[in-house]
Structures are given as C-alpha cells and as structure tokens.
C-alpha cells in the first residue's frame, strides 16, 4: 500500500511503543497494532501485560472484559484467560482446548514507556530496542533534562508511513509551522544524510538565519546558528537534537547556546490508515522553571497537531483504487532511503 509497493504494510519482526506507563492501569485497555486488536494491563504484581484483543470464540473485544485478579474474563459468554494468554475456564465445558489461548505478545517497560514486540516470539530479542542511555532517556529521576512538558500519546487517521516522511523531510518546519519553530533556511539548507544497520540520520547545520517565530518571541534573539539532527531507528523511533545559538557572527553574546533539547517521536502502526503518535522531549537548555515549561509545553502541542493535521490531510488525498506516485526533489533523499530500507526489511520477513 502507498508509499510502498503492494502487499507491503509494516515491519512485524520489530519493537514498537505501545503505549506510556502511566496508561496500562488495572483497567483493560484496547488498542490495535499492525492492524491487529490488542488488549493491555496491569497484573496484581503491577507487570504490563499484552493479550490478543479479541476473544477467541466470537471476537468480542477482550477490553470490554474484566479481571479477576489476574485472570481476564470475557464480558460476553465468560471465557476466561491468565496474564500468559492461556485459557483458564469455558462456563459451558469441563473441558478447555488449547486453541482457546489468546496470543500473548512480549512486553518490555523501559523509562516511561511500553515496547511490544508484533512479530514471531522466538525472534523477539530486547537488544533490538533502541539503547534508551545512549538516546538520553534514563531512568534516574532528573537525569534528562527539564521534563515537564507532558508526554502525549495521539490517535492519528492516517497510514503511519506519512508520520514518518514527516520527520524525514524537516524542509516542511519552515512551511507547515511557519508561526511557531519554523525556519525559512531550514528548507533551503541542505541535510546531510547518512545510514546504517536499521537506523537513518538526517542533519541540518543553519548558519546565521533569521531565528523562528518562537525564539524571537520567547528569547528576543534575531539571527541563530540552529543544528538539526534526527536518527530514525527503524522502524519506530525518531531521536531529534535541537540546538538553537545565538549566530556566531552576532555582536553580543555570539554562539551562546539559547535552546537545547531532544524530541522523541515514536510512531507505531494501528490501523492500515491510522497510527499511534507518540511524543516525549527533554530540555537541557536553559534549565527552565515549571511556571516557563507552560508556554513551551503549549507551543510544542501546537506543533504536533499541525503535523497531526498534514497527516490526516493527506490520507484524505489518497485514492483508495489506484496507485500513487511521489514526485521526488533534491529534499526527499532521506525519506527515499527511509521508505527503501522499510520496504526492504518487509520483504526480509516474507522470505
Ligand atoms: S465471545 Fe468471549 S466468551 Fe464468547
Ligand atoms: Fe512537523
């Protein structure tokens, strides 16, 4: 399906963000990856638990069921399953068939959020989850920065795959979000990209720029150095540093450092046109009291719905019955790459 060739939808041997922490409570939760329903919760032990969403016997969702400890039952005939999917009681029979147990998908709580694996078990290695110190999440409490802009998990209507050329192609800040963090420059200076084994960086280094909308605003500086660096570790995580200064070529104060962060962008199939967004960001410059992380917490979901918005707008554009073609320009060498080494990792796992 658009952008990829037919009968390509989405990596299944891989780890996705499946929801924030703070999400999974005893309540039972549906959501859906991969086009697969899922249900989602917490064991009297407090261990986050994914089953399939869909109760074996006539696909009633597993989330409208309750628990009994940690037992899920049904809420449509009683049928009942442990935390490891495996069917403990049928009301009508004695007897309890294998068949009846739910999938059970593995499950790994890191920093403040849930990883699921969506492909075969047996291939399901935790060292494939991009290393959370090296991306600077760690769990120390405030070892990453200033953290209270919120953590925002959305529901988008549209194929994940447009999330993901937007990161890819930041040319679109200085357009799509001309009035807060957009840049003229950004789009005409050129990124640097570069790739390795399931991971793929896009670089901008803009000298001496009008600043955007917002740091002017925010810190009354005119001319910036702005760095721009996003790795993409496929197929579900975008790290991005963000470092704005004032220009090195400014009379006072050249080259201070005004604005540092890193944004974390998880995007994770739901749907074969939806998908989940996930949004964290740390700030380590400059150290920020919470009344001041309100206007930048505001600004930053302003940001997001735009991209929301582009997003959603696009899958209204595309025809459900006929192939689409991208015209490409000089911009788009890392959304290419991106798509091509998606698509290439799909066909790895068909065989
Ligand atoms: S549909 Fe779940 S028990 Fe019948
Ligand atoms: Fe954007």
Redesign the pocket.
Known sequence: MYPFSEGCFAVRNAWYVAAFSHEVTREPMERWFLDEPVVLFRTEAGTAVALAGR?P????PMAA?RLEGDILV??????AFAADGRCTRIPTQDRVPAAFGLRAYPLVEKWKWLWIWTGDPDKADESLIPDHAAIGLRDAPGANGELSVPLSHNHVGGRYQLLHDNLLDLSHLAFLHSSSIGMEAIATTSDEVTSGDRWLRSARHVRDADSSPWIRARYGVAKVDFVIDFTFHMPALHVGLNRTSISADAAERAGEVIRDSIVYHAVTPARRHSAHYFFATTINAPATSEEAMAPIAAGIAKVIEEDIFATEEIERMIPADRPLRDLMTAGDVAVVKGRRMLESMMKAERG
């Not at 016997?57 to 009633?60: A, I, L, N």
């Not at 049904?74 to 049928?79: A, D, K, R, S, T």
């Open positions: 109760c016997h006539r696909q009633y069921g049904c809420g449509y005939h009683g049928i």
